[in-house]
């Protein structure tokens, strides 16, 4: 209990409570703009960050992204356009509700959901995280370099339709995270002669780069047109939100857990989880002729409003037990931890629990933060809404730039800010998912340690790799999450002919 | 998929391919471990072969798929968004070119100013809001997180 009450005494700290609600306006801001995601929130807040401690830089991290994940729901309503990809599962629907006059009561059912799932999430961290890392501590070179292969492979396998494509957004990744000294022989690979290359590629600014320039790219290149914002009337929002969650119960029942489960995998973050939980709650509704048609329904905004909160927090399951990065707002967030020189793992769990308790604590006091933020932001979408394009993208380019060079005083952190900035809006644009780069840039070097680490100490026995027990099941899982694909394709097709024939 | 989204895929797996290959005779200059095992050149040399594999995995889907519809219309990028996009890029080029010489505070503010006008924002609203994101940059960034930003001949 003591390493509790240090964690209490750590949120009275003023800076913390400045950093907090300084990233919740923000992160509320960012998420209301169409076209700007969390992660990009979270990719300009870190040269922020970077000179905070760990514990404020973590809290942070989680309000600013709980707030933009609920705020991505205002355009959805308003313009039709949600305001990051979380939202847009059921951005139909919040949009003809509006249209409907539902307006309020569809964004306080995002709201009130949205604080649900994040609390849930945090439960699910709670729990999860201590049992997973009593297991994780008896890893060792030969597990770690298993369990970050699986998490490679499922980044790869959830990236949606193509995954041939999601395979080689990985490769790219893994490609880029070699450059600079190597782990074995000290070895300068891809520096072509430069000095400040030998440290490899900087993180922080590819991150800014992959999420921050290329989504000010993809914005210049279409630009939206003024927008028209729906009025609302607020007044009786909350009782009524409060008696459309009663009768859907269900739908946050089944969001918050699809939500928790989803968020846990490595590289799938809230967009998938609300997509899932769409589709899962069109299949199980009576009423599912309604959804996206006519005037909308209220009952997916239940489960996925829900889901896409609960996932951001169960992301940091996997973050924080075996440093694999759940989406990819923990996977910059596990970056910017690395270069401070937090090592997440089981061993976090032991050494440092006050920081841990101080996590739970701020996840807590984040969602119902989000009750009265997001409750004026609701009141002041309009106004949030009318923040013109052309000003506010230059203005994101300057904190790119800055935001880069911040990190290591240095102009080469602003080139490979542009360089990535570029081929992250191809990569996108050609339709290579993004998640798998960065999951592919953390992880690489992880792989690569521990594998070496494993082969040199035992003179390349390489079947220690499959006899260890641990290590046995966790290669037997990323074979499973490799076939998935097929077995999946497999099924359907039986099922299809059952129902033919 | 469209008669664009096809011949795009094939250029991809293509690059990925070649890249790939690239990597794979670049790392054969890479010295061995002293035992004759590879060292520094296995990681990248897998990635490079997979590189290769699966870009041309890509190419074949995607001759294979041509004739299919498109599940994704592509939106057309115009002449106007072409020259956006050029302009924000533009904007990170001439101030690496100039910052050093000219300092952050000139670079930055003339710089956002323009870009702020040719996408579209009125004159005096592009001239307000580049002078306050320059000014609100140097207050945090240098006061408050002294970060030593490219001071010019005006020491700003």
């Known amino acids: 209990m003591g390493d509790f009450a240090t964690a209490l005494g750590m949120l009275a700290d003023p800076t913390l409570i400045?950093?907090?609600?300084?990233?919740?306006?923000?992160?509320?801001?960012?998420?209301?703009?169409?076209?700007?995601?969390?992660?990009?929130?979270?990719?300009?807040?870190?040269?922020?960050?970077?000179?905070?401690?760990?514990?404020?830089?973590?809290?942070?991290?989680i309000t600013m992204s709980a707030m933009a994940i609920f705020a991505g729901d205002l355009p959805s309503a308003l313009v039709r356009m949600p305001g990051t990809p979380a939202s847009a599962a059921y951005t139909e629907d919040a949009y003809l509700q509006t249209r409907a006059g539902h307006g309020a009561r569809a964004l306080g059912v995002a709201l009130v959901g949205s604080v649900i799932g994040?609390?849930?999430?945090?439960?699910?961290?709670?729990?999860?995280?201590?049992?997973?890392?009593?297991?994780?501590?008896?890893?060792?070179?030969?597990?770690?370099?298993?369990?970050?292969?699986?998490?490679?492979?499922?980044?790869?396998i959830i990236s949606g339709d193509s995954q041939i494509k999601g395979a080689i957004s990985l490769l790219i990744g893994l490609l880029l995270a070699t450059v600079g000294i190597d782990i074995a022989l000290g070895y300068a690979r891809f520096t072509f002669g430069s000095v400040d290359l030998l440290q490899g590629i900087s993180f922080i600014p590819a991150m800014i780069g992959l999420f921050g320039l290329s989504e000010v790219l993809r914005n210049a290149m279409r630009p939206s047109g003024p927008v028209e914002v729906i009025r609302l009337r607020t007044a009786g929002m909350f009782r009524e939100t409060a008696r459309t969650?009663?009768?859907?119960?269900?739908?946050?029942?089944?969001?918050?857990?699809?939500?928790?489960?989803?968020?846990?995998?490595?590289?799938?973050?809230?967009?998938?989880?609300?997509?899932?939980?769409?589709?899962?709650?069109?299949?199980?509704?009576?009423?599912?002729?309604?959804?996206?048609?006519?005037?909308?329904?209220?009952?997916?905004?239940?489960?996925?409003?829900?889901?896409?909160?609960?996932?951001?927090?169960?992301?940091?399951?996997?973050?924080?037990?075996?440093?694999?990065?759940?989406?990819?707002?923990?996977?910059?967030l596990l970056g910017v931890l690395l270069v401070k020189g937090v090592q997440p793992g089981p061993e976090l769990f032991n050494s440092d629990p006050s920081l841990l308790y101080g996590i739970y604590l701020i996840f807590i006091v984040a969602n119902l933060l989000l009750i009265p933020l997001g409750y004026l932001a609701i009141r002041g979408s309009g106004w949030l809404l009318r923040v013109p394009p052309s000003v506010l993208m230059p203005m994101i380019v300057a904190f790119c730039v800055v935001g880069s060079f911040s990190i290591n005083n240095g102009y080469l952190e602003i080139v490979i800010m542009l360089v990535l900035g570029v081929l992250g809006y191809l990569l996108e644009r050609s339709g290579f998912p993004l998640a798998p780069v960065v999951l592919g840039l953390v992880l690489g070097p992880i792989v690569e340690k521990n594998f070496m680490q494993s082969v040199i100490k035992t003179n390349w026995d390489l079947t220690q790799f499959v006899t260890r027990p641990i290590s046995a099941v966790l290669m037997g899982l990323t074979v499973l999450a490799l076939l998935y694909p097929t077995l999946r394709n497999l099924l359907r097709r039986r099922q299809a002919v059952d129902v033919s024939g | 998929m469209t008669a664009v989204s096809w011949r795009n895929d094939v250029v991809g797996g293509l690059l990925a391919a070649v890249l790939g290959a690239a990597v794979v005779l670049h790392v054969r200059t890479f010295p061995e471990l002293p035992d004759g095992q590879p060292g520094p050149a296995l990681f990248p040399g897998v990635v490079g072969a997979l590189l290769v594999l699966f870009?041309?995995?890509?190419?074949?889907?995607?001759?294979?798929?041509?004739?299919?519809?498109?599940?994704?219309?592509?939106?057309?990028?115009?002449?106007?968004?072409?020259?956006?996009?050029?302009?924000?890029?533009?904007?990170?080029?001439?101030y690496l070119l100039l910052a050093e010489t000219l300092g952050f505070g000139l670079t930055m503010g003339v710089l956002l100013f323009l870009l702020m006008w040719l996408l579209g924002a009125r004159p005096v609203v592009a001239v307000i809001a580049a002078v306050a994101t320059t000014g609100f940059v140097l207050l945090v960034f240098e006061e408050l997180l002294l970060v030593p930003l490219p001071q010019g001949p005006l020491g700003w």
Do not use: C
Not at chain 1, 24 to 45: D, E, K
Not at chain 1, 47 to 61: E, I, Q
Not at chain 1, 294 to 318: F, K
């Open chain 2, 55 to 94: 870009g041309l995995a890509l190419v074949v889907r995607a001759v294979l798929a041509r004739g299919l519809p498109s599940a994704e219309p592509d939106v057309a990028v115009t002449t106007q968004g072409r020259v956006r996009a050029l302009a924000v890029l533009g904007l990170v080029v001439v």
């Open chain 1, 18 to 61: 400045v950093v907090v609600l300084a990233s919740a306006v923000y992160g509320l801001f960012i998420g209301a703009i169409p076209g700007l995601s969390a992660t990009l929130a979270t990719a300009l807040l870190v040269p922020f960050v970077f000179f905070l401690d760990p514990l404020p830089a973590m809290a942070a991290v």
């Open chain 1, 118 to 156: 994040g609390i849930v999430g945090a439960v699910v961290l709670m729990v999860a995280a201590p049992l997973l890392a009593e297991f994780a501590l008896l890893f060792t070179s030969y597990e770690y370099f298993w369990v970050a292969v699986l998490g490679l492979t499922a980044s790869v």
């Open chain 1, 245 to 332: 969650l009663r009768r859907y119960w269900k739908g946050v029942v089944s969001g918050n857990v699809i939500g928790s489960v989803i968020g846990a995998l490595p590289g799938a973050g809230g967009d998938i989880a609300a997509w899932v939980s769409y589709a899962t709650t069109k299949n199980t509704s009576e009423e599912a002729h309604r959804f996206g048609k006519g005037e909308g329904h209220v009952e997916p905004i239940v489960s996925a409003g829900s889901a896409n909160n609960a996932a951001l927090a169960s992301a940091y399951v996997p973050t924080l037990v075996f440093g694999i990065p759940g989406d990819t707002i923990t996977a910059i």
